[in-house]
């Protein structure tokens, strides 16, 4: 793999673990910024700390196992986490509208996706 493409998988790696941190951290923050969530109570924010924390940092975990180990698999699974919360988006589009603010997002997860799976076919097998 190239040394860029490694350096953009490191980038989304390091992006989804800072964020998945800061979900279990400061669930309150980071829900009612950016993501527009509103946590209730201890419920919500274990919800908040949980399931988008754990999603956040698995993503970040299965993209440093890819560069890491030099395993494709790896990046091909934090590429399917992330497509698929990009195809869930189409699904809110259809249901619920398009603005900015939710296109957003979707494109930065397609970006994303690009470059996992990027790194997915220029890796090098170990």
Do not use: H, K, S
Not at 90 to 109: H, M, S, Y
């Amino acid at each position: 793999m190239t040394a860029f493409v490694r350096v953009l998988v490191g980038l989304v790696a390091l992006f989804f673990v800072v964020f998945g941190l800061r979900f279990v951290l400061t669930p309150e923050a980071m829900a009612g910024g950016d993501f527009a969530i509103l946590p209730v109570g201890v419920p919500g924010l274990a919800t908040v700390r949980g399931d988008l924390g754990g999603a956040f940092l698995a993503v970040g975990i299965f993209a440093i196992l890819g560069l890491a180990n030099r395993a494709r698999t790896w990046l091909y699974a934090a590429a399917i986490v992330v497509g698929t919360i990009a195809a869930c988006r189409i699904v809110g589009f259809a249901l619920d509208g398009l603005n900015r603010v939710t296109l957003v997002p979707f494109v930065v997860e397609l970006v994303m996706v690009a470059i996992l799976l990027t790194g997915a076919r220029r890796l090098p097998t170990a």
